[in-house]
């Protein structure tokens, strides 16, 4: 299993960014994938949610209605558009088979900053 992340770096508040996880190593189309934050001194936390084909997604009640996961199951990717971007989102985002939390990727680093 192997989760690839990439697009972030530093935006001023307002801004906007979309991460991109590639993964390999089992078939995407078969699982349900989050993408998570993890902020300095704080511990890792879900953000987002999608279902193994895209038609259900879930946020967590500070990025719903800015965020917007999606995926592409011919890419075997999973996508995080992240809008009006405040200083508090800064984190390293992670994505993963949501509920198998035994592998993660690297991360990307979301700085918001003016």
């Known amino acids: 299993v192997q989760y690839v992340e990439s697009g972030g770096g530093l935006v001023q508040p307002g801004g906007s960014l979309r991460l991109s996880c590639a993964t390999s190593g089992f078939t995407f189309g078969n699982y349900a994938m989050s993408w998570y934050r993890q902020a300095p001194g704080k511990e890792r936390a879900l953000v987002a949610g999608i279902s193994n084909g895209g038609g259900s997604t879930n946020y967590v009640d500070s990025v719903r209605g800015r965020f917007t996961i999606s995926r592409d199951n011919a890419k075997n990717t999973v996508y995080l558009q992240m809008n009006n971007l405040k200083p508090e989102d800064t984190a390293v985002y992670y994505c993963?088979?949501?509920?198998?939390?035994?592998?993660w990727g690297q991360g990307t680093q979301v700085t918001v900053s003016p």
């Open positions: 993963v088979r949501t509920g198998r939390l035994a592998y």
